[in-house]
T-cell receptor, first 114, second 113 residues
Framework: ETGVTQSPTHLIKTRGQQVTLRCSSQSGHNTVSWYQQALGQGPQFIFQYYREEENGRGNFPPRFSGLQFPNYSSELNVNALELDDSALYLC?????????????FGPGTRLTVL | QKEVEQDPGPLSVPEGAIVSLNCTYSNSAFQYFMWYRQYSRKGPELLMYTYSSGNKEDGRFTAQVDKSSKYISLFIRDSQPSDSATYLCATVLYGGSQGNLIFGKGTKLSVKP
């Protein structure tokens, strides 16, 4: 176990709705990254938060947004859900935002959009 | 061209076999390379981490990086049914401010008893 937890485990939403996913980082980690993993694909980077500020973003539209809190827990919000948003959403925490640091993944939240 | 290419398999081997998993990458600036193992319905778990070229061994696992050919490999010796999982190669740009991982598609491995 990595010490990274995510909630909920599973979620079913309908197209157009909004969703919030939550992540609790490993103790002492100040950086959290979010990834989207579609079925049969590798994880794709959504964005990273370092000390409550967005620190980089992948090729995802603005309806994907996030927050990091002072205790370094984090949220991923997705507005106007589309069918293609159905995926496993993973968060990963690390000690710092630099590329050399190991990222520890949570178990993911499986989102289904109908 | 994708930044990291990985054959998705599936790959099926008998217990005790040597498994070879491979990826290629396109950007010569990548310097850190990882292999993650992902069991069904779980998050990826870091297996091996190498910097630049060379080999790294950890028990039954050996990670190999050949920067000249932009090729990374993971070898599993004496494979066990418990090794059945999806194996993801990943890399990251050194010095990048965000340190986001770039993954291959993953290779699904099945080790039959």
């Amino acid at each position: 176990e990595t010490g990274v937890t995510q909630s909920p485990t599973h979620l079913i939403k309908t197209r157009g709705q909004q969703v919030t996913l939550r992540c609790s980082s490993q103790s002492g980690h100040n950086t959290v990254s979010w990834y989207q993993q579609a079925l049969g694909q590798g994880p794709q980077f959504i964005f990273q938060y370092y000390r409550e500020e967005e620190n980089g973003r992948g090729n995802f539209p603005p309806r994907f947004s996030g927050l990091q809190f002072p205790n370094y827990s984090s949220e991923l919000n997705v507005n106007a859900l589309e069918l293609d948003d159905s995926a496993l959403y993973l968060c990963a925490s690390s000690l710092t935002s630099g590329g050399a640091d190991t990222q520890y993944f949570g178990p993911g939240t499986r989102l289904t959009v109908l | 061209q994708k930044e990291v290419e990985q054959d998705p398999g599936p790959l099926s081997v008998p217990e005790g076999a040597i498994v070879s998993l491979n990826c290629t990458y396109s950007n010569s600036a990548f310097q850190y390379f990882m292999w993650y193992r992902q069991y069904s319905r779980k998050g990826p778990e870091l297996l091996m981490y190498t910097y630049s070229s060379g080999n790294k061994e950890d028990g039954r696992f050996t990670a190999q990086v050949d920067k000249s050919s932009k090729y990374i490999s993971l070898f599993i010796r004496d494979s066990q049914p418990s090794d059945s999982a999806t194996y993801l190669c990943a890399t990251v740009l050194y010095g990048g401010s965000q340190g986001n991982l770039i993954f291959g598609k993953g290779t699904k491995l099945s080790v039959k008893p």
